[in-house]
């Protein structure tokens, strides 16, 4: 071997991340301009990770990049199937990687919500493409930069916003719910599959909360009455750190519950 | 051989030769590949991915289109500065050997790459070659890329390539400049035979660099300098595995690159940040890795040079002319060859045979006890 010349390998940055298990969390958020997306963003900056969020509107992406310094804004449609690589080459680009990908992007379907026979096919497909089709594209196409960091750290998250709108028939929730119900079954397939290379699937129901999608589905609600995101995404949180820091083998559902 | 003219990482019928210590010649499908794996090995891929590095643009100053070509960087994290071959008007339908020169380019020379922007910084000693500087935030400078970028390519492949076509199923961070595509052979059910066979897998990340630049005085300066990252836990596992007598099998020339450069100071491979400079050819020692699963490649490239560090000159041609009677596909998205690193001089054995059996191939370590 001819060497022209040797680098010293540097090890600063593989120290910095040891002394810091999860200050430097890599983590992206898709629908991340507001309600629960927001709320995470603002979360996951809080407890010092490096954040990168996806949101289809410029405007706002721009606003909430001014709004948080050090957040990586993506202008991005997670429903569309050119929009993916895109968004993977920036987020794992941006990042340096990636430990933790949270699919929170959501679309309600018909709004006014409407019974099943009067859904537009339409509507039924965008809920399905940005619920179902997105997370799945999206974390298939990230799946290497995972596996990278679970290899190196010993875990690493995938957690996918569910509802208990997957699990119960309530009328009038058609698209949603068939839709988070397949995500919710996507959750734990992909879950079984990827526990060998350490990668957790992790499925978060967080309740009723007084987002922008809620005030969609139930115009006439009280907000009062309503979880806050910033508790919801507290939780999120939480349950994210916890599955990292014990690498919980059993990843699927973390509390169903209305 | 034939040039691989679809980019289908994984064809149904993808072959593999394998050359083993002794010189030996055997063909399985590729997707048969973990039968050459023994318990105690470790599989170490590269999970860096290719950034869409083509880019389409004008030269300010005169007006003309060119074609940037982004090609080397100083670290995994620089998103600013790097290397490029800039070529004049058209794009990868002309064989890049027939590409016009791009105008007369000068420091400070400014140019337009669809939404993003550059300077070049310096010439370096070749008219296509330069150092250049991308404008604006790094974030911005990803959005631009991921959004006007295309993947680079070559004539030989027809239809133009999306980034999901040197996107690997284990791809990780896009820092490379073309994907390293010995790993296009792996997807998630190869892993599960690696581990199958009592085998270990991990990854390190290298920048694997341009493989042709259409100048044969500048093909001569490759591969340049490539960034490289080896994780503790990646070098741990090869600690591991050479302390219990396991084999390295490299997926790629860019992971021996890595792996060797990284050892070249004591023979261990150490963690953390380097710059493979090293030139691996037939003359050179290799000290970690045993083996090395590529693609089929021709003869006169630093590729193949690379290959003479694992076989020598008369079992690779002789390999040659298997791979040309068995029809072999050549390039990123053509067949396999694993070769082992030659037992050591003198041992040699040479067996001019060809094994078709899989079977009664290699039966010191296809039939190793699990």
């Known amino acids: 071997m001819q060497d022209k010349s040797i680098v010293v390998p540097d090890a600063t940055t593989e120290e910095a991340r040891a002394a810091h298990p999860g200050g430097a969390l890599r983590v992206a958020i898709t629908g991340g301009t507001s309600g629960l997306g927001l709320a995470l963003v603002r979360e996951f900056l809080a407890r010092g990770a490096n954040v990168a969020l996806v949101a289809r509107g410029a405007e706002r992406v ?78 298939k196409a990230l799946l290497g930069a995972l596996t990278a960091s679970a290899r190196e750290n010993g875990a690493a998250v995938v957690l996918n916003i569910s509802s208990d709108a997957a699990i119960n028939a309530y009328p009038g929730w058609g698209a949603y719910g068939t839709s988070k119900a397949a995500l919710l079954h996507l959750t734990r397939i992909w879950n079984e599959e990827l526990a060998s290379e350490g990668v957790r699937f992790v499925s978060v129901d967080p309740g009723d909360m007084d987002t922008p999608m809620h005030a969609l589905a139930v115009p006439d609600g009280n907000p009062a009455a ?6 919801a995404a507290r939780e999120v949180a939480d349950a994210i750190t916890a599955t990292i820091a014990r690498c919980i083998p059993t990843g699927a559902t973390e509390g169903d519950r209305r | 051989m034939i040039p691989a003219s679809q980019p289908s990482q994984r064809p149904p019928d993808a072959k593999l030769l394998i050359i083993d210590k002794y010189g030996r010649l055997t063909h399985m499908p590729r997707t048969s590949f973990d039968n050459f794996l023994r318990p105690g090995d470790l599989v170490v891929a590269n999970d860096a991915t290719a950034l869409p590095a083509s880019l389409q643009g004008v030269h300010s100053d005169t007006g003309c289109p060119v074609e940037v070509r982004l090609a080397g960087r100083r670290s995994l994290d620089e998103m600013r500065d790097f290397t490029a071959i800039i070529f004049g008007a058209g794009d990868f339908h002309s064989r890049t050997e027939d590409r016009p020169s791009p105008p007369r380019l000068k420091p400070g020379d400014r140019l337009t790459l669809g939404p993003l922007s550059a300077t070049i910084e310096r010439l370096l000693d070749h008219a296509r070659l330069v150092y250049l500087r991308l404008d604006g935030p790094a974030d911005a400078i990803w959005a631009g890329l991921a959004r006007h970028g295309r993947p680079i390519q070559y004539a030989y492949v027809p239809v133009p390539l999306e980034i999901w076509d040197g996107w690997s199923p284990l791809a990780g961070r896009p820092v490379a400049f073309e994907p390293p595509s010995a790993g296009f052979a792996l997807d998630w059910r190869t892993l599960e035979g690696i581990r199958s066979r009592g085998a270990a897998f991990a990854t390190l990340t290298h920048t694997a660099g341009i493989s042709s630049t259409g100048d044969l005085e500048l093909d001569r300066k490759l591969p340049f300098d490539e960034p490289y990252r080896i994780s503790k836990s990646t070098g741990s596992a090869v600690a591991r595995t050479r ?106 054995l040479m067996l001019p045979t060809v094994v078709s059996n899989q079977d009664g191939f290699l039966a010191d370590s296809v039939t190793a006890p699990r």
């Open chain 2, 243 to 348: 302390a219990h007598g396991g084999r390295i099998i490299a997926i790629g020339t860019t992971v021996v690159r890595a792996l060797e450069h990284a050892a070249s100071q004591d023979g261990r491979v150490h963690a953390g940040d380097g710059l493979a400079t090293q030139l691996i050819g037939p003359g050179s020692q290799l000290r970690i890795v045993n083996a090395i699963l590529t693609g089929v490649h021709e003869a006169g490239t630093s590729h193949h040079q690379l290959l003479q560090a694992f076989a020598d000159e008369e079992t690779l041609r002789r390999a040659q002319k298997e791979l040309d009677a068995m029809g072999y596909r050549t390039h990123e998205y053509g067949d396999s060859v694993l070769i082992e690193r030659k037992a050591c001089e003198g041992a040699e």
């Open chain 1, 62 to 139: 721009d606003r909430v990049v001014q709004e948080h310094p050090g957040a990586h804004g993506i202008v991005a449609d997670v429903s569309a199937k050119d929009d993916i690589y895109p968004i993977a080459v920036q987020i794992a680009g941006e990042l340096g990687g990636l430990d933790v990908l949270i699919n929170n992007a959501s679309d309600l379907g018909p709004a006014p919500l409407a019974l099943l026979g009067d859904t537009d096919c339409l509507d039924f497909e965008r809920a399905f493409a940005t619920n179902v089709l997105g997370p799945f594209r999206l974390t």
């Open chain 1, 226 to 231: 309503l979880k806050r995101p910033e508790t």
